[in-house]
């Protein structure tokens, strides 16, 4: 029997198993490493306060490829299920109770994306045993991983050692990056904000807390602030000091222009340029007849004032124009464009416009919109731009930023992961990688990869035995870790590991 070791049992262990365990074939063998007590549920889904919801409107979070109502149908199972139970809440408001004023179902508790997550996992599992498959877990972080015969070795932290045909890497994205080095014995700062029902726990209600960063991990640290009662001011801080966008009421959309087949026949004539993309997107707006002039007002209007610009979003929930509703349903077709661009365009993108994209692609629900501006309305929460430096001070932290110095009791870091896109837990094992010639690393981040297989690539010639799916392909692809693209490169990866 083939023997596949997948490495992290993350959201993307679970939608590969998923996807295997939905194909024909041969009995395999998998292992799955995982040394936390978040199995199935990774960093993101783990059991957390029911204030942290998921990003997607939950038809898009669902694991089984081809099945958009899968999530749906599994949440509806659980709220039958929630309330035959006396007195129990209603999960899919993340279990307050408390009704969403714009799509009460949309947006789930992350924490009960994990319960689903675990569901199909255990399912996935049952389905692959009951084919002849055999399925274990090892409770251990994986250390080193060498190519041996055509197949692999690792190696876990125990020492314990493992022969496999195919090895995928579900390592995930890690912690925020401590970019001030402020992590110490000293209290008062939060290296990572999750579970946020514990780190931020013991901040004392009256306390001016700092967070880093103004992407979604910024705003779940606010609005577990504000579901802790807490009084004292909420600063914001980064460079840009930009919010991610607010989404608007989902709309299903079938592209006509912007497909991966259009851009793979562009290729063929020629470069796949930034500028040809952006044609592409117009042509796309045209055929939906939208006008593109909405798009080039939320890029123009990124540096407009944080909190006038969330307010501005937020009025435009139920908004006529489809531009942003479809520049967002492009994320699982742009690892498709990504990498049939040049070099300098995807460099000069990153530079130039990555910010504006990000936040525009990957927008917070509705429902914390309106608890961010709430709170900016009320006084407590800023959003302050031009973040240089912060450092420690007898009394607490002090922030430099384009507003002049900020002075907080509490910092806590929710910036992006490290440039390199390698989790900690994970440096020992890609190092070994990198050194036995097996893994290289994309100048952009992450490793690279080749866009067809997901498999790893050195000097242009794609490993046989090594795959990655998720963050650690930043660079040779373009926003891998959303849950769709994620559940489309694991079916694609299901496919080759699977193989004779
Ligand atoms: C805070 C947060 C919120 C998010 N919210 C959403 C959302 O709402 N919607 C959405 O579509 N996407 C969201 N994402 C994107 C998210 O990354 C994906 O949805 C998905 O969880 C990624 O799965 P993964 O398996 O790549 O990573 P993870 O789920 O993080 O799993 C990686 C696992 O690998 C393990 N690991 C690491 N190193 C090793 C090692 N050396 N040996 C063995 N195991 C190891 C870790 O312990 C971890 O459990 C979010 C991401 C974050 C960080």
Not at 147 to 161: M, Y
Not at 167 to 179: I, M, S
């Amino acid at each position: 029997m083939r023997e596949i070791a997948v490495v992290g049992g993350g959201g993307g262990a679970v939608c590969l198993l998923e996807a295997l365990s939905q194909r024909s074939g041969p009995p395999a063998a998998v292992t799955v490493f995982e040394p936390s007590d978040r199995l199935w549920r990774g960093r993101p889904y783990q059991r957390d306060a029911d204030c942290v919801l998921v990003n997607l409107p939950s038809r898009a979070m669902s694991v089984r490829a081809g099945d958009p109502g899968h999530f749906d149908r599994w949440l509806a199972g659980a709220r039958r299920r929630e309330t035959g139970a006396a007195g129990e809440a209603d999960p899919v408001a993340g279990g307050t109770g408390r009704a969403d004023p714009f799509d009460a179902a949309a947006f789930p508790a992350r924490a009960i994306f994990g319960d689903y997550l675990e569901s199909v996992a255990h399912d996935s599992v049952a389905r692959l045993r009951a084919r002849g498959w055999t399925v274990r877990v090892v409770p251990e972080r994986v250390v080193h991983a060498a190519p041996c015969g055509g197949g692999a070795t690792l190696t876990t932290e125990r020492g314990g050692s493992h022969r496999a045909d195919r090895v995928v890497l579900c390592l995930g994205a890690g912690a925020p990056y401590d970019r001030f080095r402020l992590h110490g014995p000293e209290p008062g700062f939060v290296p990572d904000p999750y579970p946020v029902a514990h780190t931020l726990a013991g901040i004392a209600p009256r306390d001016t807390v700092a967070v880093l960063g103004t992407g979604l991990t910024a705003v779940d640290v606010a609005l577990a602030l504000r579901a802790n009662r807490h009084q004292g001011p909420v600063c914001l801080l980064s460079r840009q000091g930009v919010l991610p966008a607010v989404r608007q009421r989902p709309v299903a959309h079938v592209f006509q222009h912007f497909t991966p087949g259009h851009f793979h026949e562009l290729s063929r004539r020629g470069e796949v340029g930034f500028t040809e993309v952006v044609r592409v997107l117009r042509d796309e707006l045209a055929s939906a007849g939208q006008d593109p002039a909405e798009l080039d007002t939320e890029f123009a209007s990124l540096h407009e004032d944080p909190a006038r610009r969330l307010r501005r979003q937020l009025d435009l929930f139920d908004a006529q124009g489809l531009g942003l509703r479809i520049l967002q349903h492009t994320l699982p077709v742009a690892v498709d464009v990504w990498p049939l661009m040049p070099h300098r365009d995807r460099a000069a993108l990153l530079q130039h416009h990555y910010r504006a994209i990000h936040s525009l692609c990957c927008p917070m629900p509705p429902s914390t919109a309106a608890h961010l501006s709430a709170m900016s309305e009320a006084g407590q929460l800023r959003i302050v731009r031009g973040l240089h430096s912060v450092s420690r001070t007898g009394r607490g932290f002090s922030a430099v930023t384009g507003s002049g110095r900020i002075h907080a009791d509490t910092v806590v870091n929710a910036t992006s992961v490290a440039a390199h896109r390698v989790p900690t837990a994970a440096a020992p094992l890609v190092q070994s990688l990198i050194t036995a010639s097996a893994a290289s690393v994309h100048p952009h981040g992450g490793l690279r990869v080749r866009r067809e297989t997901s498999q790893l690539v050195v000097d242009g010639t794609p490993q046989e035995c090594f795959y990655a799916l998720g963050d650690l392909t930043f660079g040779s692809l373009f926003i891998t870790a959303a849950i769709p693209v994620i559940v489309k490169l694991a079916q694609e990866i299901s496919r080759e590991v699977a193989g004779p």
